[in-house]
């Protein structure tokens, strides 16, 4: 019979706590997994918020960016339509500053910008203006380039207004910043000056169709004589100018690259008057352009094709009175016969005025006055000759001072 051991009352009893101890060890598992299955969750849950945070930063942003795109185009926009209520309006939302250089940068650089409205806006005679001016022309290399390469490339970056005081300024900037960059080639900037105007007037006079005495080479020596302090360039200069001219016209910017060209390049007087329709007596704003006896009207000042041309022979221009409007002028015909003009219609045909007069309204007096003496001259002035000529009397006189004191 087999023998009992003295420790068999613990046999049935020795299982049960490895047991309890697995089911306490799962249960605290149990537990943990839940915490970590808990602060997973916290952590998505952050996670989706931090990215909805990024998400709402970066359509934010987006939408900023969207509206300053927006306002800088419409800024853009502004200035082809009013060079200063453009500039103002982009300075004023903080999308250009309001220092010579920027606004130089940006009228020099930006693309889409009307090079009328360039010409116009530099050519301002207020303080900032000039050297927003001065800035603009420092922004061209005229380094070892000859006189015509160096106003190819300054008459490509805007359009010379039709102003003669605003041209002067423009032509004083370049003149000096090219002897600044050819020191040596001329004996003062005097010289450089006039001689700059005699090239784009040569270029003109050659390659103008309305133009019918094309000046030769011998006229454009002789014209030039005296210039350099009193003293003659050296003929081979000269030729070399002319023939490079002759060869090849000044290129006109984007905006003005039509059949009208040379009609609109340097026009005697241009900018915003209000025109009374033919048929229906409403006012329209139209930019206007007065050059080789003619006057033509565009819609905006960006338009390549006018919707209206008024030739000026046999018309007279005087001021008048008109009740709706002020600072009226008025062409018509002398005779009393119908005017010779013709316009663009909305379909793009071109049909025959039928005005007797037409009557247009400035935003001052002064710019009545200044309208209608340009009209009365434009037949025979040269936009050129008066300013050239007063250059050419100020070198001769401080020519005669200096051999007088010698």
Same mark, same amino acid.
């Given at each position: 019979?087999?023998c009992r051991r003295k420790d068999s009352f613990l046999?049935?009893?020795?299982?049960?706590?490895?047991?309890?101890?697995?089911?306490?060890?799962?249960?605290?598992?149990?537990?943990?997994?839940?915490?970590?299955?808990?602060? =997973?969750?916290?952590?998505?849950?952050? =996670?989706?918020?931090?990215?909805?945070?990024?998400?709402?930063?970066?359509?934010?942003?987006? %939408?900023?960016?969207?509206?300053? %795109?927006?306002?800088?185009?419409?800024?853009?926009?502004?200035?082809?339509?009013?060079?200063?209520?453009?500039?103002?309006?982009?300075? @004023?939302?903080?999308?250009?500053?309001?220092?010579?250089?920027?606004?130089?940068?940006?009228?020099?650089? @930006?693309?889409?910008?009307?090079?009328?409205?360039?010409?116009?806006?530099?050519?301002?005679?207020?303080?900032?203006?000039?050297?927003?001016?001065?800035?603009?022309?420092?922004?061209?290399?005229?380094?070892?380039? +000859?006189?015509?390469?160096?106003?190819?490339?300054?008459? !490509?970056?805007?359009?010379?207004?039709?102003?003669?005081?605003? =041209?002067?300024?423009?032509?004083?900037?370049?003149?000096?910043?090219?002897?600044?960059?050819?020191?040596?080639?001329?004996?003062?900037?005097?010289?450089?000056?006039?001689?700059?105007?005699?090239?784009?007037?040569? %270029?003109?006079?050659?390659?103008?169709?309305?133009?019918?005495?094309?000046?030769?080479?011998?006229?454009?020596?002789?014209?030039?004589?005296?210039?350099?302090?009193?003293?003659?360039?050296?003929?081979?200069?000269?030729?070399?100018?002319?023939?490079?001219?002759? %060869?090849?016209?000044?290129?006109?910017?984007?905006?003005?690259?039509?059949?009208?060209?040379?009609?609109?390049?340097?026009?005697?007087?241009?900018?915003?008057?209000?025109?009374?329709?033919?048929?229906?007596k409403t006012w329209k704003r139209r930019w206007f352009?007065?050059?080789?006896?003619?006057?033509?009207?565009?819609?905006?000042?960006?338009?390549k094709d006018p919707i209206g041309i008024i030739p000026?022979?046999?018309?007279?221009?005087?001021?008048?009175?008109?009740?709706?409007?002020?600072?009226?002028?008025?062409?018509?015909?002398?005779?009393?016969?119908?005017?010779?003009?013709?316009?663009?219609?909305?379909?793009?045909?071109?049909?025959?005025?039928?005005?007797?007069?037409?009557?247009?309204?400035?935003?001052?007096? @002064?710019?009545?006055? +200044? !309208?209608?003496?340009?009209?009365?001259?434009?037949?025979?002035?040269?936009?050129?000759?008066?300013?050239?000529?007063?250059?050419?009397?100020?070198?001769?006189?401080? +020519?005669?001072?200096?051999?007088?004191?010698?």
């Amino acid at each position: 019979m087999a023998c009992r051991r003295k420790d068999s009352f613990l046999w049935g009893k020795a299982s049960k706590k490895p047991a309890l101890m697995e089911k306490r060890q799962k249960e605290t598992i149990k537990i943990h997994k839940n915490y970590l299955l808990d602060d =997973i969750q916290k952590l998505r849950m952050e =996670i989706d918020t931090a990215m909805t945070e990024i998400h709402d930063a970066e359509l934010d942003e987006q %939408n900023k960016n969207d509206v300053r %795109n927006r306002r800088f185009l419409c800024g853009k926009k502004k200035f082809n339509m009013d060079p200063k209520k453009g500039i103002h309006y982009l300075v @004023e939302n903080d999308l250009l500053e309001w220092t010579a250089e920027t606004v130089a940068e940006f009228l020099y650089k @930006e693309e889409g910008l009307n090079k009328t409205a360039i010409g116009n806006f530099l050519g301002e005679r207020e303080k900032m203006h000039l050297e927003i001016l001065k800035a603009f022309v420092d922004l061209h290399e005229f380094s070892d380039l +000859n006189l015509v390469q160096a106003l190819r490339q300054f008459l !490509w970056s805007f359009r010379l207004p039709g102003e003669a005081q605003k =041209i002067d300024r423009m032509m004083e900037a370049f003149a000096t910043r090219y002897c600044d960059c050819n020191t040596g080639v001329f004996q003062s900037t005097d010289t450089c000056y006039i001689l700059s105007f005699a090239i784009i007037m040569l %270029n003109t006079s050659l390659h103008n169709p309305n133009v019918k005495d094309k000046p030769p080479l011998e006229r454009f020596i002789s014209m030039n004589r005296g210039i350099n302090n009193g003293k003659d360039l050296p003929d081979e200069l000269l030729t070399k100018l002319y023939e490079s001219i002759h %060869n090849e016209p000044f290129k006109i910017p984007e905006d003005d690259g039509n059949d009208l060209t040379y009609t609109f390049f340097n026009p005697d007087r241009e900018g915003w008057l209000l025109k009374m329709g033919g048929r229906v007596k409403t006012w329209k704003r139209r930019w206007f352009i007065l050059t080789d006896n003619c006057l033509y009207y565009f819609q905006y000042t960006t338009d390549k094709d006018p919707i209206g041309i008024i030739p000026l022979e046999n018309l007279c221009v005087t001021g008048i009175y008109d009740t709706s409007k002020r600072y009226c002028l008025e062409l018509s015909n002398p005779r009393g016969q119908k005017i010779k003009a013709c316009k663009t219609e909305k379909k793009g045909k071109v049909v025959e005025g039928k005005h007797q007069s037409y009557r247009l309204s400035a935003t001052t007096a @002064e710019e009545r006055d +200044n !309208w209608i003496d340009s009209i009365r001259a434009s037949v025979t002035k040269d936009p050129f000759y008066d300013l050239v000529t007063l250059r050419k009397r100020k070198v001769i006189t401080a +020519n005669n001072t200096d051999i007088s004191q010698d």
